[in-house]
Structure formats: C-alpha cells, structure tokens
C-alpha cells in the first residue's frame, strides 16, 4: 500500500496514533535530508523499551535478512532496524524483506529517490510505502510555518515576511534559520524583525529576476550576480535548473495560446522570446546544462567559468 502525505500532515496523522505501537514493514520516501531527519527523529521518539538498530544498505544481505525475521533466535525478536539508503537494495533483497513478517517490533526502509528499487517497492503490496512529498512553491508560507511550529520559535510578521522574502524557500534553509533563531533566542517571547536580521543575511537568488535579466540580453549584470554567490553550488544548479526549463519555454511560448489568461511572467516570456532565435536559445540552454553539471559535481571549475562568461560580456 502507497501512501502520500505532505510532511507536515504525515506529523499530524502520525500524532493521533501511538507511536510505541508502531510495527512491520514500512518503506518511506523523503525529498530531503533535513525531511529524513524530521521523519527518523519523529518515528524513533517515545519507543518504550523497544531497541532500534541503525543499518546501511550495503550491509544487508539475504542470510541476514532470513536469519534475523525466518529462524528462530533468541534476541532476534525484540530489535527494531532503520536501514539507510534503501535505494541501494536489489530486486532479491526487497522480495525478502515483502516475504517476512514481522509483529511486535518495525522495519524501516529509507529511501531517498524514486528509482528502480522504490518503484519495484510501491508495487509490494506487503510493504507500507509511505512518500513524503516536497512543499508544492506555493506552499512556503506553510513550510515556514511548519519549521517554526516544529522547532517552537515564534515570529513576528515582519520578520516572517522578510524571511520569505531573502532566503531560499526550501526546508533545508527554512529549518536551519529557525533553529539558529531559536538557538539564539531560547525564551518563549515573539522575535521581531531586527533580532533576525542580525543572525541572518540576505541569500536568496530570485530566479524570476535572474530569468528576467538574462531573457532581456542583459548577460553582464546576470553574470555579475552570479558571481557574487561564489561557494554555494547547491543554489547555482537550482537556478541552472530553471533556467533551462525558462529558456525552452522561450524556444517554443506556444503553449501560451492555450491559457485562458496569462501571468506576468508569461507575458514576458511572449515579449523577450522574440529577441533570441531558437538556435540561441538551444545554445544558451546546452549552456546552463553545462553550468548544471559542474554545480551537481561541485567542481570548483564552475566559478571560473562564470568569471569568463562575465568578461565575455565586457
């Protein structure tokens, strides 16, 4: 059975169960490691006197898996296992696990993608396959909601806003501003805006803008923008990533007849298409997909691509 839960719904539905009574086999997808720190640290809580033992996946194995759940043993019924990268199991060792039973103690499987070995799970009708998905963008308010509820820091709405405003909306950065925060400010009271501002600096790399000037040819003051994030790949491939899916839709706005009423993004994607042939954009778009890999790799190459790309500009 496959089930699908937003991260802060699965905490919800999970807190009207008892989490001591939690058993069998589950198999449970997160979208990012603060997700899985969240999860593990939530499931693993107020477990009585139940033991749970930590594996990688790289050390199970069959023998393993038919001595611990299939024979007889004197301890081998009264540990619980959370086995990491789950997406490292084979074929074989996923038919053995959905083949055993388990009573009176878990078995979770953490998986961190949706390749071969997750979707050969969600198909088992034996293992309780449970995604976690990632805030939809326009669920950010909610997601820092979410941070701040979990971590009990209180905000003012100034702050909240300028929060959203500057750093990246994702859970990763969301989380670790809260817990610096709270970190810092320990007591119950509302923080305001100047208090945060003084633990936290302005990050956040607006795609919308950076599209917008780089759609406009206005390639100098892209490049000099970029420049100016030097260190952090994780946010350069997130902006690579949208930008190629910009620069496509700029290949080909047809898709734009087919709304009934168009945005203001879509609107300048109507207008700044027409400065750019398709054979530029195309080579634009193998560009950033060059850009994308360098960042995925965190080859130190990527900033010294991004200072020629600038001189070019010069």
Not at 51 to 69: Q, T
Not at 120 to 127: D, F, L, Q, S
Not at 164 to 169: P, Q
Request: net charge neutral; charged share 30%.
């Amino acid at each position: 059975m496959h089930s699908k839960y937003q991260l802060w719904d699965f905490l919800n539905t999970f807190k009207r169960e008892n989490p001591k009574n939690i058993e069998g086999l589950f198999a449970i997808k997160t979208f990012d490691h603060v997700c899985l720190k969240i999860i593990k640290d939530f499931l693993l809580q107020d477990l009585g006197d139940k033991r749970v033992i930590y594996k990688m996946a790289g050390e199970i194995k069959k023998d393993w898996i038919e001595d611990e759940f299939k024979s007889l043993s004197l301890f081998s019924d009264s540990e619980s296992f959370f086995i990491h990268q789950a997406n490292d199991l084979n074929a074989e060792l996923i038919d053995c696990f959905s083949s055993i039973q388990i009573t009176d103690r878990f078995v979770i499987l953490s998986f961190e993608n949706d390749q071969i070995s997750w979707k050969k799970v969600v198909k088992e009708e034996k293992i309780q396959a449970i995604t976690i998905e990632a805030p939809k963008f326009w669920e950010t308010n909610k997601l820092l909601d979410f941070c701040c509820h979990y971590l009990k820091l209180r905000l003012s709405h100034d702050s909240r806003t300028w929060i959203l405003e500057v750093l990246e909306n994702n859970l990763p950065t969301f989380y670790n501003a809260c817990f610096l925060l709270k970190l810092n400010h320990p007591g119950p009271y509302e923080l305001g805006l100047a208090e945060v501002q003084k633990l936290l600096s302005s990050e956040k790399v607006d795609h919308f803008v950076m599209a917008s000037l780089f759609s406009k040819k206005k390639k100098r003051e892209f490049y000099r923008k970029l420049t100016s994030f030097q260190s952090d790949f994780d946010k350069m491939r997130s902006l690579f990533l949208f930008m190629q899916s910009h620069l496509l839709k700029m290949a080909d706005p047809s898709y734009l007849s087919l709304k009934s009423k168009l945005t203001n993004y879509d609107k300048e994607i109507q207008t700044t298409s027409k400065l750019w042939t398709v054979d530029d954009l195309l080579s634009e778009i193998a560009r950033f997909n060059k850009l994308e890999v360098l960042s995925k790799k965190k080859d130190s190459n990527l900033w010294h691509e991004l200072k020629l790309d600038y001189f070019r500009c010069s």
